[in-house]
Structures are given as C-alpha cells and as structure tokens.
C-alpha cells in the first residue's frame, strides 16, 4: 500500500539546523511531487512548496524562501526538508504530502520543538 | 496568490444533524478545490476532491458541491467521529493554498 513515512521529532537550539525526511513506498517515486506542509501548535496548515521529484527542481512559496531547502535521495524514494537557522516561529509539525493538485497521501508529521 | 475564506470558523452541533461548510475563494477557480479533515495530532485526510467528487473509503454522508468561487462540505448525519477541523485547498494555482479551517465541535 502507499505510504509516506517521516522521521521521528526533533529537538533543537535557535540557529541549529534540521533535516527531517519522508520516505515514500508501494508507489513510483518520481511519477508524483512530493509537497510539504507547515502546521503551527493550534494553527491551520500553511504550505510550503514542493520537489519535483523526476528533476529534482523545488519550487518554495514566499515565505519558504531562503533557509528551507528542499532535496532528495531517489535511490531511495526519499524526500528531505531541511530548516537552517532555526528560529522560535519554526516550531511546527511538518507534513510531506504527495501531489500535485490535490494531496491523497500524507506522512505521519514531524514535530521540530525549538528551544534554548 | 487565491485566498480561501472558510466560515463558520467553529460550528457547534449535535449527533445526527446535517451540516454545511463554506469555503469561498478570492477569485474564480473552476472546480479546483478539495476538502480534508484533520482529527486532533493526526494528519489531514482527503474526504471530497474536485469539489464534488467522492473518494474510495470515504463516507458517503460527506459530499461536496460549488463552482467558481463558492463551495460547500456537506455532512449528513454528523456522527460522533466527524468532530474535527475541515480545511479546503485549491489547485488552481501556484502556489496552492488552504483555508483557515472550521472547527466541528460538539453543542
């Protein structure tokens, strides 16, 4: 069956650096984009961007822009997101989710805590 | 990028009552909005896709309706698993994007 898995919850100083990943199975990775989705503590979903993951090629919405990377391992039907200089407004879970138009599978989330 | 305003932002109601949920959106999008419910620490879910058509496994009191820039998440028979957050998204365009969420609580 199709699954997206991500790795487990991370715990991390402001200006760390974190690379949660999203492994997806029972279907052709590169035949779907992999999309992410940044979900707030007691907020609605606010997305990201997405991979293409045939190319490699990300495309980040605005305020994704600068310290979120986007990238893949394909050899191992692998997505990662990585956070660099972590801020306090980052903690959120975060959710790959697979596309493109609407999102039928979803990972379980991952929750990155920041703090001192 | 298109706005989606979803109302009412929380809708108390009680077992066994139908239900409407809006989601309008800043401009015309055709039919592409989808809707998801998102159970407290779980991920969403895809109930409703295209606006109106239904997907496998997917309950059959839940149905969906609209074109252009109204739409609506019709629950028939609200059952006690169906207390949750609904969000729509639209993929009419770049970059999509979801609605603030209404809240199905219990009166």
């Known amino acids: 069956q199709i699954q997206l898995v991500q790795s487990g919850p991370e715990l991390k100083k402001p200006g760390e650096s974190v690379k949660i990943s999203c492994k997806a199975s029972g279907y052709t990775f590169t035949n779907y984009g992999i999309y992410w989705v940044k979900q707030a503590p007691g907020q609605g979903l606010q997305y990201m961007g997405w991979i293409n993951t045939a190319t490699g090629k990300s495309t980040y919405a605005d305020d994704f822009k600068g310290r979120f990377v986007f990238f893949l391992e394909t050899s191992a039907s692998t997505a990662f997101l990585q956070i660099n200089n972590l801020k306090n407004e980052d903690m959120a879970a975060y959710f790959c989710?697979?596309?493109?138009?609407?999102?039928?599978?979803w990972g379980q989330g991952v929750m990155v805590t920041v703090s001192s | 990028d298109i706005v989606l305003t979803q109302s009412p932002a929380t809708l108390s109601v009680s077992p066994g009552e139908s239900v409407s949920l809006s989601c309008r959106a800043s401009q015309g999008i055709s039919t592409s909005i989808h809707w998801y419910q998102q159970k407290s620490n779980e991920s969403p879910r895809l109930l409703i896709k295209?606006?109106?058509q239904s997907i496998s496994g997917i309950p059959s009191r839940f149905s969906g309706s609209g074109s252009g820039t109204d739409f609506t998440l019709s629950i028939s028979r609200i059952e006690s698993e169906d207390f949750s957050v609904y969000y729509c998204q639209q993929s009419y365009s770049l970059p999509r994007t979801f609605g603030a969420g209404t809240k199905l609580e219990l009166k």
């Open positions: 989710t697979r596309g493109p138009y609407y999102f039928d599978y």
């Open positions: 295209y606006a109106s």
